[in-house]
């Protein structure tokens, strides 16, 4: 079988991709669906039916040839080919119509789709735009205002949300052959004539007044400095303004711009980046996962609820022990809360609230976990209490049970030695509010058997999770890079910058939110315990964290106390700068005998992001992550590291690591040895004018 295949059924012809997985529009996909559309002129058939074999109508182009020099035939001629066709096209969707693929339906003649499936077009997650006419001929059909929203948000819509929005002519609901042969038939019958979206004519008087500079105003407070949702907003106009084919020559400047841009190659290096994290190497080929049906957790605080619902919106029940009935109740009223509040955002049903609620059941005795397949402990980050909650575990779960801790930096040997099964026990880091944060952090312990670690890996798809695999060591990736990006704030601190200043300079440049903000919201008082279990050598200089310790020790604990590094209006929970930090900040500098000066913002920036990078090199020469790419995901979708930046080690790549290494030289020489020594991976990397990635890739 080739890639396109065509038949002639009775007088209806009919063309079937396959290239799997996701029969994304190679060359060669390119060139079948251009050769059968010309061939198929002149034979009986009266109408053509495109349709997908695999789980998925066509994804969109092929996203590793955006990298390689372009071949012909262009997507843009293809898809004129189908437009052109002197019988009409229908396009049978199932699956996923995404991209460059819905381009390909747009020029259809005719649009019928599985109920199941859903379209879009996704490019603006890849830092683009759609290139082979998207732009120009959603608004044609769906209208200005949603071709906006659809395609400078990405997300996809349902068959049945698209076939209201005018972009799908027939939902079907059972078999999509069958169904779209009968839609064929019904054109034929009624000689339907060629619909070609080209030619219909935008209605301008109905579009609202100034809707294109609202989105411009929106986008840049929602993706800032980001340049496709900008130029997405530009080609829909373009399409109220300009002849058709105009609308498309503009398109496609724009969109090569972005696929050019620093932007586009981070988004897409991401979108690797994430699959590849799944993947374990060295993993023998024949492992097998076992299966997790029912979960229990140990803790109902925050994390602890989080976990809970992550696993109940999957439909996998939990028993959610807790120490005494009060405390059960009050775990699952602060999980009822969040979910009456997806409620009230309308992410949520009532029914599904009350689904999800059921499965989430209060106990008091570990007796009750004997049957989960699944323990994750979430208590606080206490040795001993892990070390007993472990061995009453190991007591009471039937062989097979995977017993795993929720720490975010403590010995998962540690922990495993208060077993007699090291090999059934991993860390599964989740980050709060863990219903929502999309990364899980698998930490193996020496003895994690692969079997568990696959286990764990494949798990996260099921709770719709990241999984990032990282070994065992104090902070693991995430948290481990996060003590010297931390470290650089307190030093920025003590040495003249406000705590404002810190997070509007590292909020510019893209953070998510600022290191002294995250603090506020996390409560201080979880460094300062995390601290004190240190050794002083791990805790450096008293200078780094005597502000972050003097803040808990006056009782700012940050947004849960009211004050921390800001003070947080009791209602609107809205910062403002505070005067008495200011003064903390000062009585500390001069008890430390610093004298504080002013810092450029660009010092702070490159700070503490160098110094995270130069941790992530260390990581990587200890074998902590598996690849480069696995801590550009974990920055990414845990810590709010701007996607379009593609993390932090893609980052230090685009700017090139001979220039990190000389940022990292001159801040040795200004700030000494002990906080600044280049990572020796960075060094030989730099000297031998290599990236990162292509490490990686010899590494593989
Ligand atoms: C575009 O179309 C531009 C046009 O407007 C203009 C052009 C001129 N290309 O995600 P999965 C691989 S831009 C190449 O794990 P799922 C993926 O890497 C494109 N490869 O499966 C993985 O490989 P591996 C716009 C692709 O079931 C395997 O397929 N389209 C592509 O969870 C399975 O993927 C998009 O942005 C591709 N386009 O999800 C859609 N897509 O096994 C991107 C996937 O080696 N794709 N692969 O790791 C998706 O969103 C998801 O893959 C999809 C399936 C929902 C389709």
Redesign the pocket.
């Known amino acids: 079988m080739s890639i396109v295949n065509y038949e002639v059924i009775g007088d209806i012809g009919v063309i079937r991709l396959n290239n799997p ?2 029969n ?2 190679s060359n060669g996909v390119r060139e079948g669906i251009w050769g059968v559309i010309k061939n198929a002129q002149n034979d009986a058939s009266k109408v053509l039916i495109l349709l997908c074999d695999g ?2 109508f066509i ?6 040839e955006f990298s390689k020099p372009p071949q012909p035939p ?3 001629e293809v898809i004129a080919e189908i437009e052109n066709s002197n019988k009409p096209v229908i396009a049978a969707i199932h ?2 119509a ?4 819905f ?1 390909v339906a747009l020029a259809c003649h005719y649009r019928c789709a599985l109920a199941s499936a859903k379209v879009g ?3 603006v ?2 830092g ?5 006419g ?1 732009t120009q001929r959603v608004p044609r059909l769906a209208g200005v205002t949603s071709a906006l929203e659809l395609i400078t948000n990405g997300t996809p819509v349902t068959a049945i949300k698209a076939a209201e929005m005018n972009l799908i002519d027939q939902v079907i609901n059972d078999d999509l052959l069958n169904g779209a042969l009968s839609f064929a038939r019904e054109l034929i019958d009624h000689n339907a004539p060629l619909r070609r979206v080209r030619d219909i004519s935008i209605d301008t008087t109905s579009i609202p007044k100034g809707i294109f500079d609202d989105f411009r105003k929106r986008l840049e407070i929602e993706a800032h400095s980001q340049l496709a949702p900008q130029h997405i907003v530009s080609c829909v106009e373009a399409a109220t303004l300009l002849p058709f084919d105009e609308g498309l020559t503009k398109e496609l400047d724009l ?1 090569i711009e972005c696929l050019l841009s620093d932007q586009s190659a981070a988004l897409r290096h991401l ?2 980046a994430e ?2 994290a799944k993947k374990i190497q060295g993993l023998p080929k024949d492992t097998s996962t076992r299966e997790i049906n029912s979960v229990g957790i140990i803790g109902g605080g925050t994390m602890g609820g989080g976990i809970a619902m992550s696993f109940a919106n999957a439909n996998i029940p939990v028993k959610l022990l807790e120490i005494n009935q009060p405390s059960i109740e009050k775990a699952i009223k602060a999980v009822e809360n969040n979910y009456n509040l997806s409620v009230q955002k309308g992410k949520l049903t009532v029914e599904q609230k009350i689904h999800c609620l059921s499965l989430i059941k209060g106990i008091t005795d570990y007796s009750e976990l004997a049957e989960v397949d699944l323990v994750i402990e979430a208590v606080f980050e206490n040795m001993e209490l892990k070390q007993e909650i472990f061995s009453e575990l190991d007591q009471n779960c039937k062989p097979g049970t995977i017993l795993s801790t929720n720490t975010s930096f403590q010995d998962i040997d540690q922990i495993a030695a208060a077993t007699n099964r090291p090999q059934d026990v991993i860390g599964l880091h989740f980050f709060s509010p863990a219903n929502v944060m999309k990364l899980l952090e698998v930490v193996r312990g020496s003895k994690s058997s692969y079997q568990v670690i696959a286990t764990a890996m494949q798990l996260a798809k099921t709770i719709k999770k990241i999984p990032v695999l990282a070994g065992n060591c104090y902070g693991f990736i995430g948290n481990r890079m996060l003590l010297p990006y931390a470290r650089e704030a307190q030093l920025c601190l003590i040495e003249g910058a406000t705590p404002d200043q810190i997070d509007t300079a590292m909020q510019s440049w893209g953070m998510a939110m600022g290191p002294m903000a995250v603090a506020d919201l996390a409560g201080l008082d979880v460094g300062y315990k995390a601290r004190q279990g240190m050794s002083k050598a791990q805790k450096g200089d008293p200078k780094t964290f005597c502000i972050a310790d003097a803040l808990v020790e006056m009782g700012r604990l940050g947004q849960k106390s009211g004050t921390g590094y800001y003070r947080y209006d009791p209602d609107t929970r809205k910062r403002k700068n505070d005067p008495e930090v200011l003064e903390i900040i000062e009585a500390q500098a001069k008890a430390q005998g610093v004298v504080r000066r002013p810092i450029p913002n660009d010092e702070i920036v490159n700070r503490l992001i160098f110094a995270m990078i130069n941790e992530g090199a260390k990581i990587l020469e200890d074998g902590i992550a598996q690849r480069p790419s696995d801590i550009d995901v974990v920055y990414v979708y845990g810590y709010g590291f701007p996607a379009h930046r593609g993390g932090p080690m893609h980052y230090a790549d685009s700017i090139g690591l001979a220039k990190v290494y000389d940022s990292l030289c001159a801040l040795r020489n200004q700030h000494g040895e002990e906080n600044w020594t280049p990572a020796p991976l960075l060094v030989r990397l730099a000297l031998e004018g290599r990236t990162f990635t292509n490490w990686a890739n010899d590494q593989s």
């Open positions: 997985p996701v994304a529009l789980d998925t994804a969109g182009a092929d996203i590793t262009a997507l843009s699956g996923t995404l991209g460059g693929g381009e077009l996704p490019e997650k890849l683009l735009l759609p290139g082979a998207g969109f979108f690797f699959r590849k």
